[in-house]
């Protein structure tokens, strides 16, 4: 091992074993205003289907509590060729997965937990739901919420390994185990 990832473990087991943590661990947290400042930069989310189209605007970023999913709320709007726009609301939840290779995370698996479009008609419901779930799915996966850059000891990423995903205390916490 070289010389400086021997030296930054040993700092990190000090500053862990002062802080009472456990020294094989790191943890990461960020709280729904840290993801939404990561998240809304990217809306709106802007899909064509073959006779939909979906935009995603205004997210809303929640946590709930004990869970490993990430929940956002969002406008949409449905365009269907020659009816009017639908517009409603949108509640989604994704689950955060971690890129080792892009020391990433992003929001995978989104799926609608409710939708509200008043006024669309029943044939069109289930077609508007498909696509409105397969753009949130497809756009949201595509950017990160979180980078480990090495802005402190704690984002030191070449030498972790994450063993949990969790929803705390009204945060996302990761926590990274260092190698032994």
Known sequence: MPGSIKWLLLVVAVLATITGCNPHEVVVTLSSDEIQERVAPHFPLKKNWLIVNVVLRDPKIFL????NHIGINM??????????TIAGQI???AVPRYDPKAKAFYLDQATVDRLELPGIIPELEGKARSAIESTARQELAKHPIYEL????????????TLHEV???????????????
């Open 166 to 180: 969790q929803v705390r205390d009204g945060k996302l916490r990761a926590t990274f185990g260092l190698p032994i």
């Open 149 to 160: 850059k090495g802005r402190n000891l704690a984002e030191v990423p070449a030498a972790f």
């Open 75 to 84: 406008l949409v709007e449905v365009n269907v060729p020659l009816l009017k």
């Open 91 to 93: 509640r989604a939840t």
């Open 64 to 67: 709930p509590e004990g869970a």
